[in-house]
Every structure is written in structure tokens, then in C-alpha cells.
């Protein structure tokens, strides 16, 4: 009980201090530190336009790297920024940024079950340059914060299985445990990937689990 507090008061503290000018708490990746991952504002008075402008752009660029596809506008992030990252307590979202403050990705945890100390990777995008293996450090990075700080033991990711992303998550330190077939609905503009008892879907969403 103890640990699901305090892994909820660090979301919650990272979160509320994200875009306050001198305030921001950032996790150091590398030794020596070689770029940080920086909490995304969510609260509208402190968003940061910067951000909204990647966010939206690189969603754009590997819209078919997620579950839904859609074309993202600055005005759809910031509402998801604010109205739903914001109000959940088991999500956070991560900018990726060089010693000079210069963004190149992001990337978060999410689906968090802290009674089950369960959390996901996601939303682990490269949209500007780094060097080879920043992104693969970064990531390690996160899930073991993830480990230490918010004592989640069980860290996992899912992809889909058209996303060469996979090989990516493996040298990271992934093992795949099981795939489900994914089925294609369309509604309102936006194309939604849903699990499916279905065998003969050409998708499928592939279960990774951390193993190192």
C-alpha cells in the first residue's frame, strides 16, 4: 500500500511540476548525462507550445506506427494533453531532449495497475536526430526509474506486428509472450485496431514483457 502512494505521488508531483519555470524534475539518462527525459506540461496555463508542435508532427509522420490513425492538429493534442493525460493518474508522458534543450522524441508509461505493480511503455517515438542507441538507452532508462521509484516490477510494451519497431524493443530487453489478431473499424474519421478472436487477420498486436 505503502509503494502504490508513493508511486502515485511521484506521477502526481512530475506532472503538476511539469512547465513551471525552475521547478521542472527531469530523469538523467546516461552516465555521464547525455539528453533527459522531461515530464510534458498538461496544465493548460503551462503547456508548451514546442511540445504541441512535435507531438502532433511526429504522430503525423508514424501514424501507422499506433492502435488509432488519425491526422493530429496542435488543437486535438493540447485537448488530449489537458483533458486526458492530465486527469490520469496512471499515465505520463516523457520529451526527450539534448544537454541544449533540443527535442528528438518522447516517449511514457501507461496502463498502470499499481495494486498488480503493472505498467506499459508506450508511445515511444524518434522524430529529430540522436545518436545511435540513445533511444534504446532512454527507454532502459524509464523502466527502471519505473522499477526504483514507482516499484513497478511487471514493465511491458505492445506493438503491432507490421512495426519494425519490434527488433528495436527486443535489443532493449523485451521478450515477446503472445500475439492477438487485430481487426480494422472506421468511425468518424478515425481508424481503430481492435483485438479479435478472429485467426485470419494479417495484423496482430504483439505482447513484449521486460526480461532484463
Known amino acids: 500500500m505503502i509503494g502504490i502512494k508513493t508511486g502515485k505521488t511521484i506521477v502526481s508531483i512530475l506532472k503538476n511540476s511539469a512547465g513551471l519555470p525552475g521547478s521542472e524534475i527531469c530523469i538523467p539518462v546516461g552516465k555521464p548525462v547525455i539528453c533527459l527525459l522531461r515530464p510534458i506540461a498538461t496544465n493548460p496555463n503551462l503547456l508548451n507550445q514546442n511540445d504541441i508542435h512535435n507531438l502532433t508532427n511526429w504522430r503525423n509522420r508514424y501514424v501507422s506506427a499506433f492502435l488509432t490513425e488519425f491526422q493530429a492538429t ?107 489478431c487485430l481487426e480494422r473499424n472506421f468511425k468518424n474519421d478515425i481508424v481503430s485496431w481492435i483485438e479479435t478472436d478472429r485467426s485470419d487477420s494479417s495484423l496482430s498486436l504483439v505482447y513484449m514483457k521486460y526480461v532484463q
Do not use: C
Not at 145 to 173: C, H, M, P
Open 74 to 180: 496542435e488543437e486535438r493534442t493540447a485537448n488530449w494533453l489537458t483533458e486526458v493525460v492530465r486527469y490520469n493518474e496512471n499515465k505520463i508522458i516523457f520529451m526527450l531532449e539534448d544537454l541544449h534543450g533540443v527535442s528528438f522524441g518522447y516517449m511514457g508509461l501507461d496502463f498502470i495497475d499499481w495494486k498488480n505493480k503493472y505498467g506499459e511503455a508506450d508511445a515511444i517515438v524518434r522524430g529529430g536526430h540522436a545518436p545511435a542507441g540513445t533511444m534504446k538507452l532512454a527507454l532502459q532508462t524509464l523502466i527502471n526509474w519505473a522499477r526504483e521509484y514507482l516499484e513497478l516490477s511487471n514493465l511491458n510494451v505492445r506493438v503491432r506486428s507490421d512495426n519494425t519497431a519490434i527488433s528495436f524493443y527486443q535489443k532493449a530487453g523485451f521478450h515477446e509472450t503472445h500475439r492477438i
